[in-house]
């Protein structure tokens, strides 16, 4: 065992602080890596304040939050040979899974019928808690540690571990491109991802936005248009417009409203996770044989293809880095949507 520093909720809703733990010592396909920076996820604070609490197991307190992890290997196990030490590393929201379910053989660790291990806030396969990346380095697997972008800058690439494939993967599966008209709902920490990736793989892109405040940045990013849904007449000018529509909000809304912005097969794809369910309509459905589809994260395999997709096409976050003493503020302007657009802890302040 070895101890390391980190930042941790020591119960839910309880402001972040200072907290020592321990990490297992590497064994042979372990890699140790020096946490440079890790992104603040929405789901960080969910969790945190356990709000998911109809949807899943207790939390498991004290909880070093963090699934956006980037930094540089500086030990390896006896049979690693996919990393050495001084390679830039990135760990997402998953450190292993059961490796022989149909979905894990498909590259769907994130959908594992065993158990995804998420990295925190859950139990690895030796029965210990998972501590985040708010702390000074981590050990993982290398079968679940990425290679990131060697020509962006780290920090700004530390949020597409979970910001990035989030949207990346439902924008692949329901094939965002060229021809294809493509909205973003929210464009927080994963919808700034969502706009700048569906216009790289050369969709048309619409924002969906509370209000305008944000529209130059939007632009920006690469968004063709963009709407306020505090107008009324958004949804009754955009009505049977889009082909996909990937919804990244965390608060309740109402989701017929925006099934009703579907062409005809249409899909709404929801990644946000609020904490309450919302009802939905048949008829939003069935009008116009639309889809109401939901999508995680992504498998290793399609996170390391976004990373060199991003690394292709220069596409990396816009952040905000704060030192980690400011995380509980950094929250609260997360849950205000004053957050331009992803806050990175800059593990030097640690
Ligand atoms: P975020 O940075 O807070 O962005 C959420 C955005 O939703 C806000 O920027 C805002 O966009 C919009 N929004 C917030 N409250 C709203 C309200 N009351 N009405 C309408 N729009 C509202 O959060 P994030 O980190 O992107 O995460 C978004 C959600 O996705 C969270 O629930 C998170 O847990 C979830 N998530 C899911 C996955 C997955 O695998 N499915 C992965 C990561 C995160 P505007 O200001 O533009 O309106
Ligand atoms: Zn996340
Ligand atoms: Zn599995």
């Known amino acids: 065992m070895s101890r390391c520093k980190g930042y941790a909720a020591s119960e839910a809703k309880a402001l972040l602080g200072p907290f020592s ?32 609490s109809d949807y899943q197991e207790e939390c498991i307190f004290p909880m070093v939050p963090g699934h956006e992890i980037a930094g540089v290997v500086s030990a390896v196990g006896s049979k690693v040979t996919k990393y050495k030490v001084g390679d830039k590393a990135g760990v997402g929201c998953f450190v292993d899974s059961c ?17 995804t291990i998420w990295t925190y806030n859950a139990r690895d396969k030796q029965g210990a808690p998972t501590y985040g990346g708010y702390a000074d380095r981590i050990v993982v697997d290398e079968n679940y540690v990425l290679r990131m972008p060697e020509n962006l800058p780290l920090e700004a690439c530390a949020p597409l571990l979970c910001a990035g494939i989030t949207c990346y993967s439902p924008l692949k599966h329901w094939n965002a491109g060229p021809g294809k008209k493509v909205a973003i709902v929210g464009m927080g920490g994963l919808g700034h991802m969502g706009v700048k990736l ?47 529509i990937i ?11 925006y099934l009703d912005l579907l062409k005809p097969d249409g899909t709404m794809v929801l990644v946000g996770l609020p904490e309450k369910d919302i009802p939905v309509g048949a008829f939003s459905l069935t009008a116009r044989r639309r889809s109401l589809a939901g999508s995680q ?4 395999h399609e ?30 302007r997360v849950l205000k949507s004053d957050v331009r657009y992803r806050f990175v802890i800059d593990m030097a302040s640690l």
Request: net charge negative; hydrophobic share 35%.
């Open 99 to 115: 490796r022989t379910c149909p979905e894990c053989r498909q590259g769907l660790e994130q959908y594992c019928s065993v158990a």
């Open 198 to 244: 569906a216009h790289a793989l050369g969709a048309e892109v619409t924002v969906l936005s509370q209000s305008l405040s944000k529209q130059a940045d939007g632009k920006r990013f690469g968004a063709n248009y963009y709407y306020a849904t505090s107008d009324p007449e958004t949804f009754t000018k955009l009505a049977g417009q889009f082909d996909l």
């Open 297 to 300: 994260i992504g498998g290793i």
């Open 247 to 257: 919804n990244t909000v965390s608060a309740t809304v109402d989701w017929n409203q």
């Open 21 to 52: 733990f321990e990490r297992r010592e590497p064994m042979e396909h372990d890699i140790v890596i020096d946490i440079k920076y890790c992104g603040i996820c929405h789901s960080d604070i969910h969790q945190a304040r356990n709000e998911w």
């Open 303 to 332: 996170i390391q293809e976004m990373l060199d997709f991003c690394g292709k096409h220069k596409v990396a976050c816009e952040i905000e880095k704060i030192p980690i003493q400011k995380v509980n503020e950094a929250y609260e």
